[in-house]
C-alpha cells in the first residue's frame, strides 16, 4: 500500500510537471521526456555513470569519516560535562559555519585536492552526527548503568550491551540525516574545485546554459540517494525499532 502511495504521488509530480512544461520556455523548464533522453544518451556514453560513481565514492568516504569521528565526540560530550563545556561553543561554530566557507577555506589551505574535498564534506557532517549522539549518550538508562556496576561488567562488556544498544536509535538517525547532508555538500565542493563527479557537471553544463542537462544530472543523483536510504537506511531503522 505504501510503495502505491509514493509511485501515485509520483506519477502527479510526474503530471504537473509535464503541464507546466507545457507553457514554460523550453530552455527553462524542459518536457520530462527530454530529461529522460538525455539521462539515457549521456548514460550510454559512459559519462552519466562515472560522474555518478565518482561522487558516490566522496559521498561514502567522507560519511564514513564523519560518522566515525562524530559518533565517539558525541559519546565524549554526552558523558563528560567538562568535555561538553569546552567543546559546545567550537562544535556549534562549526556547526553554524555555512559549507561554501568550509569548502573555500578547505581548498585554500590544502589545495584543489581529493583530500581537501573529503575533509571539507567530513567537516561539515561532522557536527551533525556529534550533536544527535550527544542528545543519545545523555539518555542513557541509568537502571542499565547500575546494573553494568553491580555486575562490575568490564569496558567491552558495557560497550557492547549497555551503551550501543542505547545509541543504536540515535545513530541510525544521524546516517539518515548525515546522507542527505553530505551529497549536498559533496556536489558543491565539486562544483567549486572538482574535474568530475556531479557537481562538476552541473557546473558545466550550466556554463553552457543546458538546463536539461542540469535537471538530469540532478534526478539521477536523488534517485540514487532516494535508493539508498530506502533500501538500505529505513530497513536498518525500523530493524532497530523492533530490536528495541
Avoid at 565539486?190 to 568530475?196: H, Q, V
Amino acid at each position: 500500500m505504501a510503495l502505491l502511495a509514493r509511485l501515485a504521488s509520483l506519477a502527479v509530480l510526474l503530471a504537473f510537471w509535464q503541464g507546466i512544461s507545457v507553457y514554460a520556455d523550453v530552455r527553462t523548464l524542459p518536457a520530462p521526456s527530454a530529461v529522460f533522453a538525455f539521462i539515457l544518451r549521456e548514460a550510454q556514453s559512459g559519462a552519466l555513470l562515472y560522474n555518478v560513481g565518482v561522487t558516490l565514492a566522496r559521498v561514502g568516504i567522507s560519511f564514513v569519516i564523519a560518522m566515525s569521528l562524530g559518533v565517539l565526540l558525541g559519546i565524549v560530550l554526552g558523558r563528560s560535562r567538562l568535555a561538553d563545556r569546552l567543546l559546545d561553543t567550537p562544535l556549534l561554530v562549526v556547526l553554524n559555519t555555512p559549507a561554501l566557507v568550509v569548502t573555500v577555506l578547505a581548498y585554500v589551505w590544502l589545495g584543489l585536492t581529493e583530500i581537501a574535498a573529503i575533509i571539507a564534506v567530513a567537516i561539515n557532517k561532522l557536527p551533525n552526527v556529534a550533536v544527535i549522539m550527544r542528545e543519545g549518550a545523555r539518555g542513557l538508562d541509568p537502571g542499565l548503568e547500575e546494573m553494568a556496576r553491580t555486575y562490575r561488567f568490564d569496558r567491552r562488556t558495557w560497550i557492547g550491551h549497555v551503551l550501543l544498544p542505547q545509541l543504536q536509535p540515535f545513530m541510525v538517525a544521524a546516517a539518515r540525516s548525515g546522507i542527505s547532508l553530505a551529497w549536498k555538500i559533496v556536489l558543491v565542493v565539486e562544483l567549486l574545485g572538482r574535474p568530475n563527479g556531479v557537481g562538476f557537471a552541473i557546473n558545466y553544463y550550466f556554463t553552457l546554459f543546458d538546463v536539461t542537462a542540469v535537471i538530469g544530472y540532478s534526478v539521477v543523483f536523488m534517485s540514487v540517494m532516494l535508493a539508498i536510504d530506502a533500501l538500505i537506511l529505513q530497513p536498518l531503522d525500523a530493524h532497530v525499532r523492533r530490536w528495541r
